[in-house]
């Protein structure tokens, strides 16, 4: 018996395209980059979501891919929604027809995966919130025996707002990109020798910006002959020593260690460092003192 869909061949039939519309939305882009670069934890729908945003969407499709899916994965979604699909295979032909030119017009910025999900999330209940009423205030998720445009509009619609979600989720899980500190000028020997004068000559004490910069001065004052050479007295090595026993009585350091360190004495190895630093910091105090008595002098032959 001839029904009106007798003469339908869907391995033939084209859909109508749209009128050039933008091959991917601005979400779906966004979902597409953070598919390959998420590393946050992610809730179980959110991750659905996520996987199925990375495949080509319906609009990257040809119009005869886009049929050929669209048949197979809706023999699949009328089991798990209940639909039963009709005895006469050109009727389903032409519903599958239909679909996909609903899709290729209308939700053309989602994948094949996409319609699976949102079918998936509906049989499941995680659309309920995003659904259309019923009568009876009930989120209407029924086909009533029809698998139409209408139903398939009901459920991506659904799909589309609860993907917006995931989508704002999944933004606000990504780390925060750190900010770049703008370069610092560098400063010169010369420029950072002066700063710390200045500073010593003010208030009576070494202060560095930051903690080579005593090596750093330190060569340029003996380079220019303002310095005396590095020698660690046992004054030096002695400050240390009690500096490395204050600093264990702080729990500062491994009690083990501490033990035979202390027990060397001012001579062991592991305070020459300590001691090296100390010799080197009275060094630039005395160059830097010297600069201030001769700062006096030629200040008292001017008022001479």
């Given at each position: ?233 046992d004054a030096d090595k002695e400050k240390a020593f009690a500096t490395y026993k204050i600093e264990t009585e702080l729990g500062w350091h491994n009690d083990y260690a501490a033990k035979w360190i202390i027990r060397a004495g001012k001579d062991a190895r592991e305070l020459q460092p300590k001691a090296y630093k100390l010799a080197l910091n009275r060094c630039i105090k005395a160059a830097f003192n010297g600069f201030v008595l001769r700062e006096k002098a030629k200040g008292n032959e001017t008022t001479k």
């Open positions: 018996m001839e029904t009106a869909f007798a003469n339908i061949n869907i391995k033939t039939l084209t859909t109508v395209q749209p009128e050039q519309p933008p091959r991917q939305s601005a979400v779906t882009v966004a979902l597409q980059r953070l598919a390959d670069t998420n590393t946050a934890p992610l809730s179980n729908v959110d991750a659905l979501i996520l996987t199925a945003a990375k495949n080509a969407t319906i609009g990257e499709m040809q119009p005869t891919e886009i049929a050929a899916a669209v048949n197979q994965c809706f023999r699949f979604i009328s089991i798990d929604v209940g639909y039963k699909r009709p005895a006469d295979d050109a009727e389903w032909q032409y519903i599958i027809v239909r679909l996909s030119d609903v899709l290729k017009r209308h939700f053309y910025d989602l994948t094949i995966e996409d319609v699976k999900t949102a079918f998936e999330l509906l049989t499941v209940g995680d659309l309920d919130n995003y659904l259309p009423t019923n009568s009876s205030g009930e989120p209407d998720r029924s086909h009533y025996q029809n698998l139409n445009a209408d139903y398939l509009c009901k459920v991506l619609r659904a799909y589309k707002k609860r993907r917006d979600v995931a989508y704002t989720n999944i933004k606000a899980a990504q780390p925060k990109p750190q900010k770049a500190l703008p370069p610092q000028p560098t400063k010169t020997p010369a420029e950072k020798t002066r700063e710390c004068y200045d500073t010593y000559k003010a208030t009576g004490k070494l202060v560095f910006a930051i903690p080579p910069d005593d090596v750093t001065i330190a060569n340029f004052l003996t380079e220019k002959g303002l310095m005396a050479a590095v020698i660690v007295t």
